[in-house]
């Protein structure tokens, strides 16, 4: 009789647990996904420069989850608040830096869109901090993990905000890449 009363709430907390991971929906209790686009624009940075990377151009689009439904109101129009970028390395290397988080305005009506213009992601500090900095002439100009003259790296770019209505956001994640050069 001890053996069960120990299983069952260990029984109904594995429950809990493994359903309340699950979102069919998407990444939100939101009425609405948002897409973003980078446009492939591939870009090659100069460790020297010592200047923050940003893209050019960023397009969001909303659309409604359920394709019958409307938004007369505009209750799931989405207001961004912030975005983070997160960094892998392509080739091979282990060393990335740290994720970082920005502040972004803006209003993305549901079924609408949005352009952001000149967006960072990545601090002109971290592309002067490990592993960027074996670039430098002054240290020798190869990365240590590779022994390479370049480092290539991918980022994804994820956005975060709110409805009208109070639901959160969460954007799909968008991946592109950066060559680092010395």
Known sequence: MKSRTVLLP???????????????????????????DLHEQPLIVNVSSNAPIQIKEIDLASTLKNAKASDPQGFATVQLSYYTV?????????????PETFAVGGVIPAGGTAVLNNYAVMLASATQQSPFDQLLPFNGGIDQETGLNEIQIFYGITFFGTTVSGMRVQSETAISELIFQP
């Open 86 to 98: 997160v960094y892998s390395r392509r080739d091979g290397g282990k060393s990335v830096p740290a």
């Open 10 to 36: 260990a029984a109904l907390l594995l429950t809990a647990a493994v359903t309340a991971c699950t979102n069919k929906a998407g990444t939100s209790e939101s009425p609405v996904t948002i897409t973003v």
